[in-house]
């Protein structure tokens, strides 16, 4: 993990980028590669079966062209897979950002990193949940 501003071309440097979405965590290395991109150790297209899964983690990267040009190692965890897939997102737009500072105003405009604040709403005492009131009877 490098905090180099200008990569260069044909070294090993990994930039990193942390995303948030929900409950879940995604830590995403990116370098100059081949295109290979892993998550947890398995294939992107393997760990998000979905598609809309898969292309919402991989869509940073269509949008900068970057998909033949960078390989990615990441690891996510907690939440479920439609939030990990939304961490994945946010980490690699950061770790774009970090690796090609020109690209930062094209996918800040695209909101690639803007992140997702809404969380789940506790529960209230008093209360079957968040919002659910328990039975009311009248009589």
């Given at each position: 993990?490098?905090?180099?501003?200008?990569?260069?071309?044909?070294?090993?440097?990994?930039?990193?980028?942390?995303?948030?979405?929900?409950?879940?965590?995604?830590r995403?290395?990116?370098?100059?590669?081949?295109?290979?991109?892993?998550?947890?150790?398995?294939?992107?297209?393997k760990y998000?079966?979905?598609?809309?899964?898969?292309?919402?983690?991989?869509?940073?990267?269509?949008?900068?062209?970057?998909?033949?040009?960078?390989?990615?190692?990441?690891?996510?965890?907690?939440g479920?897979?439609?939030?990990?897939?939304?961490?994945?997102?946010?980490?690699?737009?950061?770790?774009?950002?970090?690796?090609?500072?020109?690209?930062?105003?094209?996918?800040?405009?695209?909101?690639?990193?803007t992140?997702?604040?809404?969380?789940?709403?506790?529960?209230?005492?008093?209360?079957?949940?968040?919002?659910k009131?328990f039975?009311f009877t009248?009589?």
């Open positions: 993990m490098s905090t180099v501003e200008t990569p260069v071309v044909g070294t090993k440097t990994w930039f990193l980028g942390t995303g948030r979405r929900k409950e879940s965590v995604a995403v290395f990116l370098r100059a590669g081949t295109g290979k991109f892993t998550v947890n150790g398995r294939e992107v297209d998000f079966p979905n598609h809309a899964w898969s292309h919402d983690a991989t869509e940073p990267l269509k949008f900068t062209s970057l998909t033949e040009q960078v390989d990615v190692l990441v690891t996510a965890k907690g479920g897979v439609g939030g990990q897939a939304g961490a994945v997102r946010m980490g690699l737009s950061r770790a774009i950002s970090r690796f090609n500072p020109e690209l930062r105003p094209a996918l800040r405009k695209n909101g690639f990193l992140r997702d604040s809404r969380m789940k709403e506790r529960k209230k005492y008093g209360q079957k949940g968040a919002r009131r039975q009248k009589r």
